[in-house]
């Protein structure tokens, strides 16, 4: 399976934005997914993940601003920003694991910069 992540971009502090994460390929079924998320010079961490039937679960640090959904139909996964922080830049990475599969697939990455 390939995935395209995009929606990354400027914004400002406290404007919203909405990355978006394809998967494409043939034969698969999406299983869990999640979003992560790398700043220069520090450790790549979890933002949010969501299960196959939709149960979404949030980093802290993003609870009540951030929302990941999928569209199983078009195998894609969105992570919408709101309430932007500048501490949220960074480049956000899709991690996507199939049914049947043990293997993790990441998407390219999108960066998100965020200017106070």
């Known amino acids: 399976v390939q995935l395209q992540a995009s929606g990354g971009g400027w914004m400002q502090a406290g404007g919203s934005q909405r990355l978006s994460c394809a998967a494409s390929?043939?034969?698969?079924?999406?299983?869990?997914v999640g979003w992560y998320r790398q700043a220069p010079g520090k450790q790549r961490e979890l933002v949010a993940t969501?299960?196959?039937?939709?149960?979404?679960n949030y980093a802290d640090f993003v609870k009540g601003r951030f929302t990941i959904s999928r569209d199983n139909v078009k195998n894609t996964v969105y992570l919408q920003m709101n309430s932007l922080h500048p501490e949220d830049a960074a480049f956000y990475y899709c991690?996507?694991?199939?049914?049947?599969?043990?293997?993790?697939?990441w998407g390219q990455g999108t960066e998100v910069t965020v200017s106070s």
């Open positions: 991690l996507v694991q199939l049914v049947g599969d043990g293997n993790d697939y």
């Open positions: 390929g043939s034969s698969f079924i999406i299983d869990r």
């Open positions: 969501i299960s196959r039937g939709g149960s979404a």
